[in-house]
């Protein structure tokens, strides 16, 4: 009963991370659209991933990586920040018409770009590893080594599977239009999309700039 409850734990802060909009969902749901849900599940797999490298940092007390996290911060925060415009600009020009070669013609290196890509733009966000310290803080202590790492491992792995449960349902969902987008449509959703992820990542940078400023 215990082990479920760790595990139920960590699929909640995992909803909890993945669930809100955000550059990640607006990759994911171009994606789908574009590519197809494989394609839009794998990208957010990459995110699941990233929130789980964060949940484990936290749950098994890796203290000396969250402090070279946070000694980096500064760094980290303005590569996210430019990989986010990157991605926008990227997916404001993206021509419509390539989407079906783009998701049958790379296969597997496709997949496997799309999810790295989403894991390392989660992993460039040091705001998730203080919401991961946060929420096991409210699971009785287990951040810091309060708990044994057999309850943090029940923890990280109920958080993947939450994220992953998440990209799962959301792109099985938006995938049932992926046929009735036609290059009118995808052409709306490469640019809104573009420029909102694109304006997420300037205001990470401008917050930077800021912070530096002052």
Known sequence: MTYLYLILSGVVMGLIA???IGPVNLICIRRTFAFGPLNGFMSGLGAALGDGVFAAVTGFGLTWIAQLIEGY??????????MMVWFGFRTFI???QNRVENCEGDGVTSLARAMIS????TITN???LLFFTGMFAGLGGLAGGAGSFNDAGFVVAG???GSAGWWLVLTTVIGLFHARIDDRAMRIINRSSGVLVAVFGLAVLIHL??????
């Open 159 to 161: 958080v993947v599977a």
């Open 126 to 128: 040091p705001a998730t």
């Open 209 to 214: 700039a800021f912070k530096l400023h002052s």
């Open 118 to 121: 989403t894991f390392f733009l």
């Open 94 to 96: 993206a021509p419509p």
């Open 18 to 20: 993945a669930v809100p």
């Open 73 to 82: 911060a500064t760094v980290i925060e303005l590569i996210g920040g430019a």
